[in-house]
């Protein structure tokens, strides 16, 4: 019974994923390649990341929210946008449209930090015979942050791949893509300062996730329009 | 394109779906892990006693238990004073199987530091004594533990007796509360050992004496018997008489220490073992003695149970109060017992021969014709595993005061008996004097013996405990020495005695199913959704027919 729960939570993680692949054109356009090439920066990135984390972060004492420590967390989190930038433009594609490669980067990089944030835990608790809702909800935060990724991606593409855009919504842009990449660490400040329970924050990003991405696909096609 | 009302209609009603689900389980605490002791399993003379099985793998049931529960595929846990033994007992009597037992003891019996009030504890002493009394001479086919009540299980029967009020036992289709004990089949204890530990305390002899020294002995057993072999402290039965026994040993080394005051007796100090068993121990260390040395025991003194008396000890004798050495005896006890205000009444119980049911220790000096009596405070002979150190006899249940009293008693008698002081009026071991009874002394060797459970085929020869009784005695006596023998057949004991029970909080199996279902449903309309938005429905419906054609790639 606890291997079918394992199972459960492991499609609910990681099935929307696949899910996304197979039912847009990115199947079509077989654009494996590019995900896979996305996954690899994203373990680089990851890498570069934890050695700085390691380098610049004092072991916290007490519980509380410093500041200075999230600000540098906020900086290195950073990283994770050079990161997208590395992959977005430097790395050599297959003739494919604008359009799919941020969704192949997106993708590829999502599913690469699924993988390696919550397949551990998940194959190592869910399989036990205790039940807790926790890995119900790692699931929802991996869909949460697909489509964040997405978005990123996109608004990143905006940010680096075109050259056109319309003036006003440059700022727009920058603003949403900062907002983007500082998610992590607004979770982190209503986890722990504000202290919200898991519900309630995993239900926080959800929100905030189709609201990002609504407001990227908006962008996203007021940018395609003037093309 | 309404993408944005669209999920947030999947959204409401995954949130409703959410819902429905959390109504089927609740949140509850993270698996737990607690100490449990097992009901004890032996066999007596062939016959399985005791509880018979080990692991558990149930989900958890509390009394009151809902209409038509089936209980075989059950644990249940129930507090002690909430267990009606009727009910137990017609289970037993009825051969009606429960899947596992687990009885939660009140904190106090843990807790050292707790004063004991007298008027719980008599319902407490009475409900535990029935309990081991059932439990122990009944064959139990599912695994019995002891366990604790705290904070924790509080709340678990709280939750099991709420989701049990909705109307479901608890099972596999509906969830609730797992308890897992992994332990390993009970083996059997190959040869039990009772070790019997003995020191001397050689008298003076004179210049011209030829013959051998009388000998006094003083014997006390000192292992335990219970329901829960890991509860076993047995502090009055009969932690009380070894301790006594260490103060006389020590209290005579000092007299003997110098020769001026050695006395015209050897001391003879025997802690045995294989008490509850029909002190077959005692048995086997005197017929592992040497007949001279037997013959030259004057009479032996044997302390059972004197860690709870106020005003009357017992001498319990198996020869005629009449005979010259027994009224000689009694009257060193009771002129001294007067002058301390208490008295020693005196019970005559015939041994027969033929009966091998030994309900003191002395009967087993009396078979082999040794003049002995047992000093208790218990009136009459304790039933066959009975008063052998059982729950309820923990640290609350004897106290130092009595023991000093009998050390008194004991020893003063000894001391006039030994040096001739009949009818002078002094103390020998005077408060004050360099000579004086040790509370603290008693009081320590008391907590360490009610902290250490003693159930004899569990104690190997090389005991820490063992070695600790040895080293104890040979400090206050010489040529101290432990006899090991294998314990008499008749009993044959099983070990897996202590477990760690494991608590799980588990989800049903229909959570799953319908968890599958959502999920299932939500990555479908995922699907839909996606490959409406991006390639039109007509691509949906395609997939959908999947015609002969080939699949058209895009240009």
Redesign the interface.
């Given at each position: 019974?606890t291997v079918?729960?394992f199972l459960?939570c492991a499609?609910?993680t990681f099935?929307?994923h696949v899910?996304?692949y197979?039912?847009?054109?990115l199947s079509?356009?077989d654009t494996i390649g590019t995900c896979v090439k996305a996954a690899v920066v994203y373990l680089g990135t990851a890498l570069v990341k934890l050695v700085c984390l390691a380098t610049f972060l004092k072991v916290p004492e007490n519980d509380k929210f410093d500041p200075y420590q999230e600000l540098m967390k906020i900086f290195i989190g950073f990283i994770d946008v050079a990161g997208l930038y590395f992959a977005l433009t430097q790395l050599t594609h297959r003739n494919i449209s604008q359009n799919h490669k941020f969704q192949a980067v997106g993708l590829g990089w999502a599913f690469a930090d699924s993988v390696l944030h919550r397949l551990a835990p998940l194959w190592i608790g869910a399989r036990?015979?205790?039940?807790?809702?926790e890995y119900?909800f790692q699931g929802l935060e991996a869909n949460a942050n697909l489509v964040m990724t997405l978005s990123l991606a996109a608004l990143g593409s905006l940010m680096w791949l075109r050259k056109n855009k319309p003036r006003t919504l440059v700022p727009i842009i920058y603003a949403c893509a900062l907002l983007l990449a500082t998610m992590p660490s607004i979770t982190s400040y209503l986890r722990r300062s504000l202290e919200w329970q898991t519900p309630r924050v995993v239900g926080f990003e959800?929100f905030s996730s189709?609201a990002m991405a609504?407001i990227s696909?908006q962008l996203f096609s007021a940018c395609q329009r003037t093309m | 394109m309404s993408?944005?009302s669209s999920?947030g209609d999947v959204?409401a009603s995954a949130l409703a779906v959410l819902l429905v689900l959390l109504a089927c389980?609740e949140?509850g605490d993270?698996?737990a892990a607690v100490s449990v002791y097992r009901l004890i399993q032996y066999d007596l003379a062939g016959a399985p006693l005791g509880s018979r099985a080990a692991s558990v793998n149930h989900h958890a049931a509390a009394l009151p238990l809902p209409a038509g529960a089936d209980l075989s595929r059950s644990a249940l846990v129930a507090p002690l004073l909430d267990l009606p033994l009727a009910f137990l007992r017609e289970y037993l009597v009825q051969k009606k199987h429960l899947g596992a037992l687990l009885i939660l003891l009140p904190e106090k019996f843990n807790d050292k530091d707790a004063a004991a009030n007298n008027d719980g504890n008599g319902q407490l002493k009475g409900a535990l004594a029935e309990l081991e009394k059932l439990l122990l001479h009944e064959e139990v086919p599912y695994p019995v533990y002891f366990a604790f009540q705290d904070d924790n299980f509080d709340n678990l029967l709280a939750d099991i007796r709420k989701i049990a009020s909705s109307g479901q036992p608890a099972s596999?289709t509906t969830?609730g509360y797992?308890l897992?004990v992994s332990s390993p089949e009970p083996k059997k204890v190959a040869s039990p050992i009772i070790s019997n530990i003995q020191g001397w305390l050689p008298g003076l002899k004179g210049e011209g004496d030829t013959e051998q020294l009388p000998t006094i002995a003083i014997v006390a057993n000192y292992d335990t018997f219970g329901a829960a072999p890991e509860l076993s402290v047995g502090s009055d039965s009969n932690g009380s008489g070894a301790v006594a026994l260490l103060e006389i040993a020590r209290l005579f080394s000092r007299l003997y220490s110098n020769p001026k005051t050695r006395g015209k007796y050897n001391l003879l100090f025997g802690l045995t073992s294989g008490g509850p068993y029909n002190y077959n121990g005692t048995n086997k260390w005197l017929r592992s003695f040497d007949q001279r040395v037997r013959e030259s025991i004057d009479h032996a003194i044997c302390l059972n149970s004197v860690g709870s008396w106020n005003d009357e000890l017992w001498m319990h004798v198996s020869k005629p109060p009449e005979n010259p050495y027994i009224k000689q005896i009694f009257e060193d006890f009771s002129d001294v017992s007067k002058e301390m205000g208490v008295s020693v009444g005196i019970k005559h119980k015939k041994i027969n021969v033929s009966n091998p049911r030994v309900a003191w220790e002395h009967e087993q000096f009396s078979r082999f014709r040794v003049t002995a009596l047992s000093l208790s405070e218990l009136s009459s002979p304790p039933e066959f595993l009975e008063s052998t150190g059982g729950l309820y006899d923990t640290r609350e249940s004897a106290d130092a005061e009595s023991i000093t009293r009998t050390v008194r008693v004991v020893s003063e008698s000894l001391a006039r008996h030994i040096y001739g002081l009949k009818g002078r009026n002094f103390d020998v071991f005077a408060e004050n004097s360099s000579l004086a009874i040790n509370p603290r002394y008693i009081q320590s060797w008391l907590d360490l013996l009610s902290r250490t459970p003693r159930v004899a085929p569990f104690l190997q020869k090389n005991d820490p405990f063992i070695a600790a009784l040895k080293k104890e005695l040979s400090e206050h006596t010489a040529d101290v020495y432990v006899q090991s023998d294998v314990l008499d057949g008749m009993f044959t004991f099983y070990d897996a005695t202590k477990a760690n029970l494991?608590v799980?909080?588990?989800?049903s199996?229909t959570f799953?199913l319908l968890?599958?279902l959502v999920?299932g449903s939500?990555?479908i309309v995922?699907?839909?959704?996606?490959?409406i938005t991006?390639?039109g429905l007509d691509d949906l419906i395609n997939i959908f027919r999947r015609p002969p054609s080939r699949k058209v790639?895009?240009a």
């Amino acid at each position: 019974m606890t291997v079918f729960h394992f199972l459960n939570c492991a499609a609910l993680t990681f099935g929307p994923h696949v899910v996304y692949y197979s039912a847009t054109p990115l199947s079509e356009y077989d654009t494996i390649g590019t995900c896979v090439k996305a996954a690899v920066v994203y373990l680089g990135t990851a890498l570069v990341k934890l050695v700085c984390l390691a380098t610049f972060l004092k072991v916290p004492e007490n519980d509380k929210f410093d500041p200075y420590q999230e600000l540098m967390k906020i900086f290195i989190g950073f990283i994770d946008v050079a990161g997208l930038y590395f992959a977005l433009t430097q790395l050599t594609h297959r003739n494919i449209s604008q359009n799919h490669k941020f969704q192949a980067v997106g993708l590829g990089w999502a599913f690469a930090d699924s993988v390696l944030h919550r397949l551990a835990p998940l194959w190592i608790g869910a399989r036990g015979l205790e039940f807790t809702w926790e890995y119900i909800f790692q699931g929802l935060e991996a869909n949460a942050n697909l489509v964040m990724t997405l978005s990123l991606a996109a608004l990143g593409s905006l940010m680096w791949l075109r050259k056109n855009k319309p003036r006003t919504l440059v700022p727009i842009i920058y603003a949403c893509a900062l907002l983007l990449a500082t998610m992590p660490s607004i979770t982190s400040y209503l986890r722990r300062s504000l202290e919200w329970q898991t519900p309630r924050v995993v239900g926080f990003e959800l929100f905030s996730s189709l609201a990002m991405a609504f407001i990227s696909w908006q962008l996203f096609s007021a940018c395609q329009r003037t093309m | 394109m309404s993408i944005s009302s669209s999920s947030g209609d999947v959204l409401a009603s995954a949130l409703a779906v959410l819902l429905v689900l959390l109504a089927c389980v609740e949140l509850g605490d993270a698996a737990a892990a607690v100490s449990v002791y097992r009901l004890i399993q032996y066999d007596l003379a062939g016959a399985p006693l005791g509880s018979r099985a080990a692991s558990v793998n149930h989900h958890a049931a509390a009394l009151p238990l809902p209409a038509g529960a089936d209980l075989s595929r059950s644990a249940l846990v129930a507090p002690l004073l909430d267990l009606p033994l009727a009910f137990l007992r017609e289970y037993l009597v009825q051969k009606k199987h429960l899947g596992a037992l687990l009885i939660l003891l009140p904190e106090k019996f843990n807790d050292k530091d707790a004063a004991a009030n007298n008027d719980g504890n008599g319902q407490l002493k009475g409900a535990l004594a029935e309990l081991e009394k059932l439990l122990l001479h009944e064959e139990v086919p599912y695994p019995v533990y002891f366990a604790f009540q705290d904070d924790n299980f509080d709340n678990l029967l709280a939750d099991i007796r709420k989701i049990a009020s909705s109307g479901q036992p608890a099972s596999a289709t509906t969830g609730g509360y797992k308890l897992v004990v992994s332990s390993p089949e009970p083996k059997k204890v190959a040869s039990p050992i009772i070790s019997n530990i003995q020191g001397w305390l050689p008298g003076l002899k004179g210049e011209g004496d030829t013959e051998q020294l009388p000998t006094i002995a003083i014997v006390a057993n000192y292992d335990t018997f219970g329901a829960a072999p890991e509860l076993s402290v047995g502090s009055d039965s009969n932690g009380s008489g070894a301790v006594a026994l260490l103060e006389i040993a020590r209290l005579f080394s000092r007299l003997y220490s110098n020769p001026k005051t050695r006395g015209k007796y050897n001391l003879l100090f025997g802690l045995t073992s294989g008490g509850p068993y029909n002190y077959n121990g005692t048995n086997k260390w005197l017929r592992s003695f040497d007949q001279r040395v037997r013959e030259s025991i004057d009479h032996a003194i044997c302390l059972n149970s004197v860690g709870s008396w106020n005003d009357e000890l017992w001498m319990h004798v198996s020869k005629p109060p009449e005979n010259p050495y027994i009224k000689q005896i009694f009257e060193d006890f009771s002129d001294v017992s007067k002058e301390m205000g208490v008295s020693v009444g005196i019970k005559h119980k015939k041994i027969n021969v033929s009966n091998p049911r030994v309900a003191w220790e002395h009967e087993q000096f009396s078979r082999f014709r040794v003049t002995a009596l047992s000093l208790s405070e218990l009136s009459s002979p304790p039933e066959f595993l009975e008063s052998t150190g059982g729950l309820y006899d923990t640290r609350e249940s004897a106290d130092a005061e009595s023991i000093t009293r009998t050390v008194r008693v004991v020893s003063e008698s000894l001391a006039r008996h030994i040096y001739g002081l009949k009818g002078r009026n002094f103390d020998v071991f005077a408060e004050n004097s360099s000579l004086a009874i040790n509370p603290r002394y008693i009081q320590s060797w008391l907590d360490l013996l009610s902290r250490t459970p003693r159930v004899a085929p569990f104690l190997q020869k090389n005991d820490p405990f063992i070695a600790a009784l040895k080293k104890e005695l040979s400090e206050h006596t010489a040529d101290v020495y432990v006899q090991s023998d294998v314990l008499d057949g008749m009993f044959t004991f099983y070990d897996a005695t202590k477990a760690n029970l494991n608590v799980y909080q588990v989800a049903s199996v229909t959570f799953d199913l319908l968890f599958l279902l959502v999920l299932g449903s939500y990555l479908i309309v995922l699907f839909s959704f996606l490959v409406i938005t991006t390639r039109g429905l007509d691509d949906l419906i395609n997939i959908f027919r999947r015609p002969p054609s080939r699949k058209v790639k895009g240009a």
